[in-house]
């Protein structure tokens, strides 16, 4: 497994593509300044395959330009995906599509602030 650290925008835009060639399933973790969205920031966003696993530091790179993974990503898995969820909206990222379907996952409807 590959393991890199994305602290500038160049390493993100090196380390995008392998997340981006998603085969089975996306695993999301955040770390926050806080726990409210509208008042608190991202720190950290880990995404992760099977194969490789991508850390953003969320100050020096910018969160949306994980948009084009959130836009296709077939399966997210993670502990508290909708307080992260929450987050990564607030930052600027589209609602994944396949919780869109509020009948499919009824605790993970897109938020209304």
């Not at 997340?19 to 509208?38: M, R, V």
């Amino acid at each position: 497994m590959r393991f890199e650290v994305a602290r500038a925008r160049d390493w993100f835009e090196r380390g995008l593509p392998l997340i981006a060639k998603l085969d089975s399933a996306l695993a999301l973790d955040i770390e926050t300044s806080g726990l409210d969205p509208l008042t608190d920031s991202l720190r950290t966003i880990q995404v992760a395959t099977p194969r490789y696993t991508l850390v953003v530091d969320a100050h020096t790179c910018p969160p949306q330009m994980l948009t084009p993974v959130f836009t296709t990503v077939p399966r997210l898995i993670g502990h508290n995906l909708k307080f992260d969820l929450k987050f990564l909206v607030a930052a600027g990222l589209p609602w994944p599509q396949l919780f869109r379907f509020a009948g499919l996952f009824p605790a993970l409807k897109q938020p209304r602030y």
